[in-house]
């Protein structure tokens, strides 16, 4: 079964000398070239005590990967990332994700759950967590202490960059290995149940949740984004995500790295043919730079619902685009296109299109309209926990001639009166209404009789006129889900790194607007 690694090599091989990576300052990497790193980084941590790849722990203990074992990974987007993130895949590792901005006491429960053989870091990190820490802390950076993740555990560290103070003795600099490197060490088998990735989204600092991805089943995952649009040999992905940018060295395409520039500047630069944005940011972009460069032909949109209108200029911008519903667990399940979207918004007043499960997607809507996935792009499961053969989304959703609808998200559920009120039934109506930038529909609970008053908080666009919306929501909206209150802000509170509402910010906001 091909994968994020077997595929580079298959693509060096046939073709060492094609573009597989462009850095943020222009540099391109090729395939062979990329291969050849990726291999050294490999043998670097499979290593034992880094025999081989240069500087050795002195930890006295055998540091050699095995099958499974956990790499704690903290390296910005970049040629870098990706060829250590590989690399230590490659070696058999897990790779642990680790934001360096979460608190101590998160990393550290993280830690104690996964005790990673590895730690692989930019060496300012280690700087701005040692000898700087108080600098850092000043700055608003609360970073953990990298240096021992795991007291009484004993790890190697390989750093990226230059050295600098901060950085422990004996780690082994990306640098040096892949100068030293000399193809020594068999590379793990390749077994499709090994555990590629551990990716923490939720769970208490005593009892952290994990999702552990195999080498399987990303790369089915990964498949399954190849399928959904054209992409291969002469194409530009340009993205920091690595949902996009692996299917692109999978296929054979040029993954193509911000550098941090105007978005439509570096597109043009580079030539791109496909991109990746959340709605909000691309919202943003478009209403500075209506037209998007020729070259694009594929725009993917990520992480939530985008307003009627934000589609519609995305549409007029030129490329094709394609939404994306997935999770954490399950990577990718449906893409529906903002035309389709479009035109489900205009015939029907309820839910949003997700479209049609992709091809190997299993599909199953619970009695209470939960849907649960499965397929051979799910996740092993949670650490520590059972195998999963199923995963329940939180989404409420109905399937309409093989396609699905979401209806609302279950938490976001809202009582009044008796009557369930699931907002994302209404809200792409309402947000494709003329004067409507975006709509939210929230419920503020009464202390005593724990019925919820219903608030519809929008952000208005040009002609916004509040008379006209209130005609307008009987035709949209069930008698029982009217809102008893409609509250225009200047935007919505965001959160993450993919600027989803925060609807608990949005309660609050709106709580203090009574």
Do not use: C
């Not at 060496?123 to 795991?150: C, I, Q, W």
């Not at 949740?209 to 089943?217: I, K, L, N, Q, Y």
């Amino acid at each position: 079964m091909n994968d994020i690694i077997t595929g580079i090599i298959a693509t060096a091989g046939r073709e060492p000398y094609r573009t597989a990576i462009i850095d943020g300052r222009g540099r391109e990497l090729t395939y062979g070239e990329l291969a050849r790193r990726v291999d050294a980084v490999r043998a670097a941590l499979a290593a034992p005590d880094g025999a081989g790849a240069g500087d050795r722990a002195g930890h006295g203990h055998d540091s050699a990967l095995r099958p499974g074992d956990g790499v704690l990974f903290a390296v910005r987007p970049g040629v870098d990332a990706v060829v250590t993130a590989l690399g230590a895949v490659a070696a058999g590792g897990m790779l642990v994700l680790a934001d360096p901005g979460l608190a101590p006491g998160v990393l550290a429960a993280r830690m104690a759950a996964t005790r990673p053989k590895w730690v692989v870091t930019e060496s300012l990190l280690h700087t701005l967590s040692g000898p700087l820490k108080g600098l850092a802390r000043r700055r608003g950076l609360l970073l953990p202490d990298l240096r021992d993740p795991v007291p009484g555990h004993p790890v190697r560290h390989l750093y990226t960059g230059p050295w600098l103070p901060g950085v422990p003795r004996g780690a082994l600099r990306l640098a040096s290995a892949l100068k030293t490197a000399d193809g020594r060490g068999a590379p793990a088998p390749h077994r499709v149940d090994q555990p590629a990735a551990a990716i923490f989204t939720s769970g208490t600092t005593a009892s952290p949740r994990g999702v552990v991805h195999t080498r399987g089943s990303l790369a089915a995952g990964l498949e399954l984004f190849r399928e959904a649009f054209p992409l291969g040999p002469g194409d530009v992905v340009h993205t920091d995500q690595l949902m996009l940018g692996l299917p692109a060295l999978m296929a054979g395409a040029a993954w193509s790295l911000p550098g941090g520039g105007p978005l439509v500047e570096e597109l043009a630069a580079r030539r791109a043919t496909h991109t990746f944005a959340v709605p909000v940011r691309l919202d943003r972009l478009l209403r500075e730079t209506p037209v998007l460069p020729p070259t694009l032909r594929y725009l993917l949109l990520g992480s939530a619902p985008a307003p009627a209108g934000v589609l519609r200029r995305a549409v007029e911008a030129g490329p094709e685009v394609l939404s994306v519903y997935a999770m954490t667990e399950a990577l990718p399940i449906s893409i529906a296109s903002a035309r389709e979207k479009l035109d489900h918004a205009e015939k029907y007043a309820e839910g949003d299109l997700l479209g049609a499960p992709l091809p190997g997607v299993g599909v199953r809507v619970a009695d209470d309209g939960e849907l649960f996935v499965s397929g051979p792009h799910l996740a092993r499961g949670y650490l520590g926990e059972e195998p999963l053969r199923e995963v329940a989304t939180g989404d409420l959703v109905r399937i309409e001639d093989g396609r699905l609808i979401l209806l609302g998200r279950k938490k976001d559920m809202i009582l009044r009166d008796g009557f369930n009120i699931y907002p994302g039934l209404y809200e792409p109506a309402i947000t494709a209404l003329p004067g409507v930038a975006e709509a939210a529909i929230v419920g503020l609970a009464d202390a005593v009789t724990g019925d919820e008053e219903v608030v519809l908080a929008v952000v208005p666009a040009a002609g916004y006129d509040e008379t006209l919306l209130r005609k307008a929501l009987p035709d949209l909206v069930d008698a029982d889900a009217l809102p008893d209150r409609i509250v225009p802000l200047d935007a919505f509170p965001r959160s993450g790194r993919a600027d989803k509402l925060d609807r608990a910010a949005l309660r609050a906001l709106v709580a203090r607007r009574a």
